[in-house]
């Protein structure tokens, strides 16, 4: 009866950790449902349709927002009053003096920050700059929202983990890429060949009866 209590609190914890969470992913995803369809097509009579790959994609970005905005502001509680370090890198030298709290720290903020260069990544942008924007602005708002609401301190360390991340998912995409054109031209070469082989054989059969 005691392991069933304490399943029944195990259970009951992760729900009132996972119900916030959910429930702004669904307000985000919500906003976005209702701005395209109420607002954009039905009020400004938009002709623009939603592709698929788009709407994924958008939907994908809103919750990852959203769960970033859960773990990273809404989670905490307001107990850093303007609190800030502008010092670079100073996580990873408190970690190489023993700080083993750090290291977990600086891994949290690089894999957080991996699906978002992914996605930016997925999304074709032909611009450099508007990549480089997206990427170093969205971090930085982060910090900003924790600073300015006392959930979090400005942390230059954080900022330059998230770039780090963002360069990572860009990198795994980009090498994602580089295999799928790869497979996709040895299928083209393999059918070519395959098409071309009965007339192959002709001429090597005429050639050997001569």
């Given amino acids: 009866m005691l392991k069933m209590t304490q399943f029944q609190r195990n259970i009951e914890g992760l729900f009132s950790h996972l119900f916030p969470l959910v ?9 976005f449902v209702v701005g395209y369809w109420f607002l954009y097509k039905k009020l400004c009579k938009g002709k623009k349709t939603l592709k698929l790959p788009s709407f994924l994609w958008w939907t994908g970005l809103l919750v990852y927002t959203g769960a970033v905005l859960y773990v990273a502001v809404c989670s905490r509680p307001p107990s850093y009053v303007w609190q800030w370090n502008l010092i670079p890198f100073l996580s990873v030298f408190e970690w190489i003096l023993g700080e083993s709290e750090q290291f977990f720290l600086i ?21 450099i700059r508007k990549k480089a924007l997206l990427l170093c602005v969205f971090p930085l708002c982060l910090e900003l929202i924790q600073f300015l609401t006392h959930r979090g301190i400005f942390d230059i ?3 330059l983990m ?26 083209k070469l393999a059918k070519r060949v395959d098409g ?5 054989l002709c001429v090597f059969n005429i050639a050997k009866c001569r």
């Fill in 196 to 200: 071309k082989f009965p007339l192959i």
């Fill in 23 to 31: 429930s702004i992913i669904a307000i985000c995803v919500g906003i």
């Fill in 162 to 187: 998230a770039l780090l991340g963002e360069g990572i998912g860009l990198g795994a995409m980009q090498i994602f890429y580089c295999i799928k054109r790869r497979c996709s031209l040895k299928k």
């Fill in 157 to 159: 360390d954080d900022y």
């Fill in 107 to 127: 891994i949290y903020n690089i894999l957080m920050w991996i699906p978002f260069g992914m996605l930016i990544q997925y999304r074709y942008i032909s611009s």
